[in-house]
């Protein structure tokens, strides 16, 4: 078991299994388990700080989307806010198979700490444990004399062989914002397929969710209860066509996106809280 700083990224070992981390954007970019990398990473990725990289495990913070309309506190910030944008630090393992990151306004680009003029300490969290589990947990402190506002949410692309044979399973009969149809309705029981471009928003989500391959369990996402949305997308063609640093056009059809975090509505932290979200993605 190591954890080891290599410059621009850090990898955790255990075993044969893998992590890689990328310190821009603190971005998961491997999850490699008998030999085979579970999130998907476009081939035309930019990882050179200059873009937020097209795949592995975005970190959405503190807005998700881009909010419409001027007035709130992240209405200049870019989509997806400004954690996945930015350089973050290597704090250091508390153990041999954890990695810890952190991020504050000193970090922010000039533009970013302007446009959201808050005191506040994000803690990154990454262990891959003994069954080769992958745990991302983020610490949210408000360390400011006011209270802030954020979305939250882990853009976890994974790999898949297939998406003809890829099912979301465990959504419950729960709010769906779809953002392709600009619809809302109260999702039907039983596992969604994905067969065109699809963009939805699971609200309030009490499942644990999986994704399943030919309706065996491939990935199951365990949560914590302040990770109460689940978004599912995929570009499909058209969108992957206009999407330039998504590589190659066909990989829609070897890739999934389902992203859990709080997106449905804003948190509030008062000064001095904390507040945290984790996943725990398990084969
Ligand atoms: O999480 C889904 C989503 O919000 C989609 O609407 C799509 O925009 C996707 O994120 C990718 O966003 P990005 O800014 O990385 O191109």
Redesign the pocket.
């Given at each position: 078991m190591t954890v080891k700083d290599e410059g621009r990224t850090v990898t955790i070992q255990v075993g044969s299994s893998s992590v890689q981390i990328l310190k821009y954007g603190a971005n998961v970019l491997s999850w490699v388990v008998n030999g085979r990398d579970h999130l998907w990473v476009s081939e035309k990725a930019i990882t050179d700080g200059t873009k937020?990289v097209?795949g592995g495990i975005?970190l959405?913070f503190p807005v998700?989307?881009k909010t419409t309309g001027q007035g709130h506190a992240t209405s200049q910030l870019p989509?997806?806010g400004f954690a996945?944008t930015s350089e973050w630090e290597f704090l250091g393992s508390p153990d041999e198979q954890t990695a810890q990151f952190g991020l504050g306004p000193e970090n922010l680009s000039k533009e970013a700490a302007e446009a959201w003029p808050y005191n506040f300490t994000l803690i990154y969290t990454v262990r891959l444990t003994n069954d080769s589990s992958l745990e991302t947990e983020l610490s949210v402190e408000n360390t400011d004399k006011k209270p802030f506002e954020f979305n939250q949410?882990f853009?976890t692309y994974f790999k898949v062989q297939n998406i003809a044979h890829v099912e979301v399973d465990g959504l419950q009969a729960v709010n769906v914002t779809d953002?392709i149809e600009c619809t809302g309705y109260i999702k039907k029981p039983g596992p969604i397929s994905i067969h065109e471009e699809t963009?939805r928003v699971y609200r309030d989500e009490p499942g644990t969710v999986a994704i399943t391959v030919d309706k065996k369990p491939y990935v199951t996402i365990e949560r914590s209860s302040e990770v109460c949305d689940v978004?599912v997308?995929n570009?499909w063609n058209d969108?992957a066509q206009d999407?330039t640093d998504f590589y190659p056009k066909d990989a829609y059809k070897q890739m999934i996106?389902v992203?859990v975090g709080s997106v449905g509505k804003f948190t509030e932290l008062a000064p001095g809280k904390k507040w945290n979200a984790k996943q725990t993605l398990k084969l």
């Amino acid at each position: 078991m190591t954890v080891k700083d290599e410059g621009r990224t850090v990898t955790i070992q255990v075993g044969s299994s893998s992590v890689q981390i990328l310190k821009y954007g603190a971005n998961v970019l491997s999850w490699v388990v008998n030999g085979r990398d579970h999130l998907w990473v476009s081939e035309k990725a930019i990882t050179d700080g200059t873009k937020a990289v097209r795949g592995g495990i975005p970190l959405v913070f503190p807005v998700f989307g881009k909010t419409t309309g001027q007035g709130h506190a992240t209405s200049q910030l870019p989509q997806h806010g400004f954690a996945r944008t930015s350089e973050w630090e290597f704090l250091g393992s508390p153990d041999e198979q954890t990695a810890q990151f952190g991020l504050g306004p000193e970090n922010l680009s000039k533009e970013a700490a302007e446009a959201w003029p808050y005191n506040f300490t994000l803690i990154y969290t990454v262990r891959l444990t003994n069954d080769s589990s992958l745990e991302t947990e983020l610490s949210v402190e408000n360390t400011d004399k006011k209270p802030f506002e954020f979305n939250q949410l882990f853009h976890t692309y994974f790999k898949v062989q297939n998406i003809a044979h890829v099912e979301v399973d465990g959504l419950q009969a729960v709010n769906v914002t779809d953002k392709i149809e600009c619809t809302g309705y109260i999702k039907k029981p039983g596992p969604i397929s994905i067969h065109e471009e699809t963009d939805r928003v699971y609200r309030d989500e009490p499942g644990t969710v999986a994704i399943t391959v030919d309706k065996k369990p491939y990935v199951t996402i365990e949560r914590s209860s302040e990770v109460c949305d689940v978004v599912v997308w995929n570009p499909w063609n058209d969108k992957a066509q206009d999407l330039t640093d998504f590589y190659p056009k066909d990989a829609y059809k070897q890739m999934i996106c389902v992203e859990v975090g709080s997106v449905g509505k804003f948190t509030e932290l008062a000064p001095g809280k904390k507040w945290n979200a984790k996943q725990t993605l398990k084969l």
